[in-house]
Structures are given as structure tokens and as C-alpha cells.
């Protein structure tokens, strides 16, 4: 198994999709790796209830766009939260808010390998 997929074991991460496959298919790589995913939840509303309902959160994937919802307070929490996270969307870094510049960023499609790399590695 590469480090990078070693690395997610026994980690909770918070999965934040709209696209059921995209969630799906993250869900199921992260899961086969070793991590607790949270969710995966399509919204802000759910992603912020998740957040306040789970202390022990080791990451997080975020999608910018949830059926038109920005997902930034989302980033907001994690971020008051200490928790580390990245965008995953196919929008570019012009979309993301100066406050956010030094996040990282995947761009769809994402490998779930890369993700892990870059959150945890």
C-alpha cells in the first residue's frame, strides 16, 4: 500500500460533495485506505451540523460549488477548528477568497491518492 494511502489510516475525514459519484467514489477509496469518513454531505448546512457534531476531525475535501452554494463558511469552521483541508472543484484558484490562498486546491477529477498526499502526507 503507498505511504500516502497508509498515512489516512484511523483518520476521520470530513467529505464535503454534491456530485453523489464523485462522493461516492472518494468515500470508498478513503475508506479502503483506513479513514473514518465523515458524510460525505452535499451541503453547508450539513457539512457546519457534521463539523459542530464530530470533535475529532483529522481532515477535510471540500467542493467550492454545492448546487450553488459557496461552501466557504464551511472552511470558516474548519478553519477556527485547526482542521486542515482542501478544496476539490473544477473551478480555478480565482474563485477562492485571499483568506484561502494558502489552502490547497485540487482540480476535478481528483485522484483520491493526491488528495491524501497533500492533506496529510
Do not use: W
Not at 61 to 87: C, H, K, T, W, Y
Not at 105 to 114: A, G, I
Amino acid at each position: 500500500m503507498p505511504e500516502d494511502r497508509r498515512s489516512l489510516a484511523g483518520r476521520h475525514v470530513l467529505l464535503v460533495e454534491d456530485d453523489y459519484f464523485i462522493a461516492f467514489d472518494m468515500q470508498r477509496h478513503f475508506e479502503s485506505s483506513g479513514a473514518h469518513v465523515v458524510g460525505p454531505v452535499p451541503s453547508v448546512r450539513a457539512a457546519l451540523d457534521l463539523i459542530a457534531a464530530t470533535p475529532d476531525l483529522d481532515a477535510a475535501v471540500l467542493d467550492i460549488n454545492l448546487r450553488g452554494e459557496m461552501a466557504f463558511p464551511v472552511a470558516d469552521a474548519l478553519s477556527e477548528r485547526g482542521v486542515p483541508f482542501l478544496f476539490a472543484t473544477g473551478y480555478d484558484t480565482a474563485t477562492i477568497p485571499p483568506r484561502y490562498a494558502a489552502h490547497r486546491h485540487c482540480e476535478k477529477p481528483v485522484e483520491p491518492d493526491r488528495i491524501a498526499q497533500i492533506l496529510l502526507g
